[in-house]
């Protein structure tokens, strides 16, 4: 029997990182694509550093962010420590976005070709574990008569395949639309950004794989949140975006 492959040494720790496990809040918030951190084993994937930096390996200022927002409302936070490159924490392990070999302009070598072992080996040690410590938390809140209220946070680029995005703030959901649509009413009331619903992208693009997992299957409300990534470049504007949303999810809970 050939030797499982190996993702995640002693020195990367675990893939999963939480905080405020204990915040008060019914907002449940999770960050997939937090961070471009690859795992020792992997070297640069046979990518250049512009390609690591860029939004293909995760969300720039998606953590910022979400960790705003958390203390905000004293919030639970999850994130992922380790980049979508190796594993997209928002796709399921039969879909080839989960480890994909072409994301945008850049091909990714070392995603090139992989086994049905080697893909098995990613999805255990990153996507499972990920997964199954959300569902603790939910399972641990509604233990203690705690609410959730699913709130996943990315960022998206202003530019995508040469074509300009005027949208700023995407508020996305599938099939159960509560949430969203309280969020996309406050919004309407104060339009600080250019906001509109499922774009820049929306279910039909396989987006709201944690939304379903988490959200829609447990009769939970949910909802995406997209920020296009210029406005969340610096700490500034993380902090402004981050302030705005607080406002508009406290106001949807409170609706």
């Known amino acids: 029997m050939l030797a499982q492959p190996r993702i995640l040494s002693e ?7 939480i905080e405020r496990v204990h915040g008060k809040s019914p907002v449940l918030i999770i960050c997939e694509h937090a961070s471009r951190t690859l795992p ?3 070297g640069d994937l046979g990518l250049s550093q512009e390609a690591l930096s860029s939004h293909i390996a995760w969300d720039p200022g998606a953590l910022a962010v979400a960790r705003g927002i958390s203390a905000g409302l004293d ?3 999850i994130y992922q420590r380790f980049s979508r490159l190796i594993y997209d924490c928002n796709r399921p392990p039969s879909s080839p976005g989960a480890m994909p070999e072409v994301s945008e302009i850049y091909t990714i070598p070392g995603n090139k070709d992989l086994t049905g072992e080697e893909r098995r080996a990613r999805a ?6 990920f997964h199954d410590a959300v569902r603790a938390l939910i399972r641990d809140r509604q233990a203690r008569g705690q609410d959730s209220v699913i709130v996943t946070i990315h960022s998206f680029t202003p530019v995508y395949n040469g074509k300009q995005r005027a949208v700023e703030l995407g508020i996305l959901h599938d099939e159960d639309s509560r949430f969203a649509d309280r969020m996309l009413a406050s919004a309407a009331e104060a339009p600080l950004y250019r906001t509109e619903r499922n774009e820049p992208y929306g279910p039909e693009d396989g987006v709201t794989h944690t939304l379903i997992v988490h959200g829609t299957s447990n009769g939970l409300r ?11 470049s610096e700490d500034t504007g993380q902090g402004v975006v981050a302030d705005y949303l607080t406002g508009l999810i406290q106001q949807s809970l409170d609706a």
Do not use: H, S
């Not at 255990?124 to 574990?129: I, S």
């Not at 949910?222 to 969340?232: F, G, S, T, Y």
């Open 11 to 17: 020195a990367d720790g675990d893939c999963v990182a």
């Open 40 to 42: 020792e084993n992997f």
């Open 75 to 77: 919030a639970t936070l």
């Open 124 to 129: 255990e040690a990153l996507y499972q574990p």
């Open 222 to 232: 949910n909802v995406m949140i997209e920020v296009r990534n210029d406005l969340i």
